[in-house]
């Protein structure tokens, strides 16, 4: 259990600003070298860019990977922090990834994962009471508003909506099963 959530953080930690199929492949290609903190910290850093490339900003996720990775091993015995104020103190870790990690690693459900199509889709769908600018602002609106027994999904259901149909620009409004009760899609 303990490698399955390491490798749940470095998973998260690789997917931002990253397709998922280039994610997945990265994860394969470093499974492949025994992913687990001891092979991460034994590996020099131009062998891990060579991994993990061509993910979204490879370099400063080398150096991310590199020191969670050391944290890890130094203050939690190589496991990853089991709450959300310790998740987003490690490097490049922020409270999306950190409430996923609950998630997925501890299967404990500590708050809406709100990444920029969560942002996006419920700030068009005014699930929101006033309009957000910011990931973290959503967040804490949607969690005073939807029921915490529907928190763990939310995620999942807008991110696939929100890459195939209801997209950042030039959103899909006529093929969505949505538009007779979005606002955004009657512009």
């Not at 979204?56 to 996720?61: L, Q, S």
């Not at 602002?137 to 939807?146: G, P, Q």
């Amino acid at each position: 259990p303990q490698v399955m959530r390491y490798q749940v953080l470095l998973s998260l930690m690789l997917s931002s600003q990253t397709k998922d199929q280039v994610t997945s492949a990265a994860m394969l290609r470093l499974r492949q070298r025994g992913l687990t903190v001891d092979s991460v910290l034994q590996m020099d850093d131009a062998t891990l860019g060579q991994i993990i490339y061509p993910v979204g900003f490879w370099r400063n996720k080398v150096k991310y990977i590199k020191q969670t990775t050391a944290i890890l091993k130094q203050k939690y015995g190589g496991d990853i922090p089991s709450t959300v104020e310790e998740l987003v103190k490690l490097p490049g870790v922020g409270p999306k990834m950190a409430h996923l990690a609950m998630n997925i690693a501890w299967n404990s459900v500590s708050g809406i994962a709100v990444d920029t199509h969560v942002h996006r889709i419920t700030n068009r769908l005014k699930w929101v009471k006033k309009e957000t600018r910011y990931p973290e602002e959503t967040r804490v609106a949607l969690e005073d508003w939807l029921p915490r027994d529907l928190w763990r999904e939310i995620n999942w259901l807008l991110v696939g909506f929100g890459q195939q149909i209801c997209l950042p620009v030039n959103p899909r409004c006529k093929e969505c099963l949505n538009q007779d009760i979005c606002p955004a899609a009657k512009k």
